[in-house]
């Protein structure tokens, strides 16, 4: 084989990977998520360009009527890794303005009302 062609070969090889859909993607938040104060778990996942979550499980069993309920009902992109919208407290029926940040490995939710926040980092269910 001429070296001409085994050189563009060798190429093609090396770079084919990051040609491939999804192989070199940056971290996203899609996925579920367990909140390690309460061990709920919501599956977060893009609603028509937006971020939502639904609570899929709960550790609690006096919790069990959350499940299914919407937490996050669509926040926007506003920066890397950054997305703000209404986050809702089901256990509490309040709604804040939120804050979603991915950050490492973990995923930080935060609620604000009237400048005052809290805000937790829930780590991925694997």
Known sequence: MPARITSLLAAIIAFAPLALPGT????????????????T?????????????KIVGVKDPARKGEIGKMIL????????????????DVSADKTYS????????????KGCFL???KGET???VK
């Open 24 to 39: 070199a993607s940056a971290a996203e938040p899609y996925g579920t998520w367990v909140r390690p104060s309460t061990g």
């Open 41 to 53: 778990q919501v599956n977060f996942y893009d609603c028509g360009g937006k971020l939502c979550g």
């Open 73 to 88: 009902p669509g926040a926007s992109k506003s920066g890397n890794n950054k997305w703000e919208g209404d986050l809702i």
């Open 98 to 109: 939120g804050v979603v940040t991915l950050s490492g490995d973990g995923l930080n939710l």
């Open 115 to 117: 400048m005052v926040c």
């Open 122 to 124: 829930w780590r991925k």
